[in-house]
């Protein structure tokens, strides 16, 4: 879990709150529109590039786990 978190701190930040103005917060998001837009990108059906690659080969329960984490930091 840890790797996969790190992955996305990568543009998400450690905290899941994004240095880049063009990339969002993640810390407090909803738990279940995170996961739905995991899946869209996994999917293919939400084009974005970076995601797209990023979530290509996550398992169902990885997305659960990592929408979890950044559900559960206070939000920002």
């Known amino acids: ?5 790190k992955e ?3 543009c998400h930040g450690d905290a899941g709150v994004a240095k880049d103005k063009d990339v ?3 810390a407090g998001q909803q738990r279940d529109y ?4 995991l899946q869209a990108f ?3 059906k939400r084009p ?3 995601m797209r690659y990023m979530s290509r ?3 169902e329960q990885e997305m659960r786990a990592i929408a979890d984490y950044y559900a559960s ?3 920002r």
Not at 1 to 5: V, Y
Not at 34 to 37: H, S
Request: with cysteine.
């Open 1 to 5: 879990m840890r790797d996969l978190i």
């Open 42 to 44: 996994h999917s293919g």
């Open 48 to 50: 974005h590039k970076e």
């Open 8 to 10: 996305c701190a990568f």
């Open 34 to 37: 995170l996961y739905n837009q």
């Open 73 to 75: 930091l206070p939000p």
């Open 57 to 59: 080969h996550m398992t």
């Open 24 to 26: 969002p917060h993640l």
